[in-house]
């Protein structure tokens, strides 16, 4: 049990102390910077970036985006983005657009979107590959829509065309491609999707929150890339996260429409209450206009050449990632990324790749794991940065050292005892306290997740749901302390 931390002091604090406060909290955090945590941090390894975002940041930090009558800067600035973007990817300066907070949000818009330009249809659907981001399965609970996952080919990974034309229905409001798959690092066929949804009359939101910014900079560097953007016909949105390989600061994403009435769907406005009338484009009202300057400042400071030139390196990095994953025995990358994602499985029963995630991290190296899923094998994820280039040595040293360390452990027993216990359980009833004794058993502790990532593995999808959420408020709970 910890003891409270007082949050509002009674009296006012020096503003000096704070930073030392906020180090010890930050101590235990995975790295940000230098390419070691191959998941959710994205490093330019340029101070002068860095620098140049944050000062951005800052100038911008009490304008409200709520209002872009009150702040003309925000419109100024949010059309120079969306413009860049739209520019490089298959539209141009006209291209209608969003800046959003980050790829859920543009994903949700983009749902709501095409659910709203079809307000006939009762019950909407949408058809995403099994692949595709959870933002998706989000968007489909927020806004009452239903998903349909349709299987995807279990050898490439990619999204099967006719299976996808197949799920549509007369509910289907969108169809929808990944540009790339964040768990595989593949691109769907895009092409064939978008001509086959057009046809239907349907839209095609391309998923690129990940790929978008960095695609069009491998093709420039010699990669094979699909097509993928609003050059290819039929598609008809496409989100692209500038705080993925755009390197800017959280809270960056851009949202394009092929035409205005789709974005016009995406918009939102109330006029019948007694306040102000609010008219947004995103799902936030009162918003920081940070996020929106510092990607503009990045993308000034980084420029065409500077994406070039990290887009060389994260493809020289995965390339030499690939090559050496391929002398260590025991590991195989799955597929054949077109990205700079990577996914490592095993066909080895003694190789538990929850345990190899633990033995990496404990290396200095942070993989993420990934779970089974509609018949798609568990793997760990890796996405290459401008920086990895200089730390791919350093990794297949660690991966080779965990994959000796786990698989001399030998194959680890499934967790029959846990589950036998979770399902005394009503999960929708586990209380934090109740969950909180018993994560330990599962292994839980200080960067150790492998007995908790084996159990929720072990589950069927709907139960992992529930697990997830309870294990969320325990860790918000008294109960919990991970440090
Ligand atoms: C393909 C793809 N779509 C959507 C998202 C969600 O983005 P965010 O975490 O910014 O909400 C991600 C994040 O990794 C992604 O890779």
């Known amino acids: 049990m910890t003891t409270a931390h007082p949050g509002l002091p009674q009296f006012g604090r020096p503003a000096e102390e704070l930073p030392d406060e906020l180090r010890a909290m930050t101590a235990h955090d995975l790295p940000t910077r230098g390419g070691r945590t191959t998941a959710y941090t994205y490093d330019a390894g340029r101070p002068d970036v860095r620098e140049a975002a944050e000062r951005a940041y800052l100038a911008m930090l009490d304008v409200n985006g709520l209002d872009p009558t009150a702040f003309p800067s925000i419109v100024a600035l949010e059309r120079r983005v969306v413009g860049a973007v739209a520019t490089r990817l298959g539209g141009d300066d006209g291209t209608p657009g969003i800046f959003t907070s980050g790829g859920t949000e543009s994903i949700l818009l983009a ?30 609970r927020y806004l009452k829509v239903k998903v349909v996952a349709v299987p995807v080919d279990p050898g490439t990974f990619r999204a099967v065309p006719a299976a996808m034309a197949a799920a549509c229905t007369s509910n289907t409001v969108l169809v929808v491609a990944s540009a790339p798959s964040y768990a595989h690092g593949v691109v ?45 016909p039929g598609v008809t949105s496409l989100s692209c996260d500038l705080h993925k390989f755009g390197y800017a600061p959280k809270g960056a994403s851009v949202l394009l429409f092929r035409d205005r009435p789709m974005r016009l769907a995406a ?42 030139e990290l887009g060389r390196a994260a493809l020289t990095a995965t390339r030499r990632l690939i090559a050496g994953v391929d002398t ?39 993989l993420q794991p990934q779970l089974s899923v509609a018949g798609l094998p568990a793997s760990l994820h890796l996405t290459l940065t401008g920086v990895s280039e200089l730390g791919v040595d350093g990794l297949l040293d660690a991966l080779r050292e965990a994959v000796a360390a786990v698989g001399a452990r030998g194959p680890v027993a499934p967790p029959t005892e846990l589950l036998a216990l979770l399902d005394q359980f009503d999960l929708t009833d586990l209380d934090d306290a109740t ?44 109960y919990l302390e991970q440090n």
């Not at 910014?213 to 993928?228: I, K, R």
């Not at 006029?271 to 920081?288: D, F």
């Not at 260590?328 to 077109?338: H, Y």
């Not at 994602?341 to 290396?363: P, Q, Y």
Request: hydrophobic residues 50%; negative net charge; proline residues 8%.
């Open 111 to 140: 749902v709501k979107a095409a659910r709203d330009c079809r307000p006939g249809i009762a019950e909407p659907e949408i058809v995403v590959p099994a692949t595709a981001h959870a933002a998706f399965f989000k968007a489909g």
């Open 188 to 232: 769907d066929p895009v092409t064939e999707i978008a001509a086959d949804a057009a046809g239907r009359g349907l839209p095609c939101h391309v998923d690129a929150c990940v790929g978008g910014w960095l695609l069009p900079w491998l093709a420039e560097a010699g990669a094979a890339v699909p097509e993928f953007d609003l050059s290819v």
């Open 267 to 308: 918009y939102f406005a109330c006029a019948q209450w007694p306040g102000y009338p609010v008219v947004n484009s995103t799902v936030q009202s009162s918003k920081g206009a940070g996020p929106l300057a510092a990607a503009w400042a990045t993308l000034q400071v980084l420029g065409a050449d500077g994406y070039r």
């Open 328 to 366: 260590i025995d025991g590991l195989r990358v799955l597929g054949s990324p077109d990205a700079t994602l990577v996914a490592l499985g095993t066909d080895d029963a003694a190789l538990d790749l929850w345990e190899l995630a633990d033995e990496t991290r404990a290396r200095g190296f942070f």
């Open 435 to 478: 969950l909180a004794a018993l994560l330990p058993a599962a292994g839980f502790g200080p960067a150790r997740m492998a007995g908790v990532n084996r159990l929720l593995d072990a589950l069927p999808p709907e139960l992992r749901d529930q697990l997830a959420t309870r294990f969320l408020s325990a860790l918000y709970s008294p």
